[in-house]
């Protein structure tokens, strides 16, 4: 039978795990607000440069 205390003992987490959660932690994600509002300020501008014509 399987001795889930000593198991856990034994576990170490994987490097790459560890790794790649620093790397997400350290990545600026952005979220859909914030692709939307640049979306949103490119418009503008674009739409402004176009009415001086």
Same mark, same amino acid.
């Given at each position: 039978?399987?001795?889930? +205390?000593?198991?856990?003992?034994?576990?170490?987490?994987?490097?790459?795990? +560890?790794?790649?959660?620093?790397?997400?932690?350290?990545?600026?994600?952005? +979220?859909?607000? +914030?692709?939307?509002?640049?979306?949103?300020?490119?418009?503008?501008?674009?739409?402004?440069?176009?009415?001086?014509?």
């Amino acid at each position: 039978m399987i001795n889930f +205390d000593e198991e856990l003992k034994k576990y170490k987490p994987s490097l790459e795990v +560890d790794q790649a959660e620093e790397a997400i932690q350290r990545n600026d994600l952005r +979220d859909v607000i +914030d692709i939307v509002e640049e979306m949103m300020k490119e418009f503008r501008n674009d739409s402004k440069r176009f009415k001086q014509f």
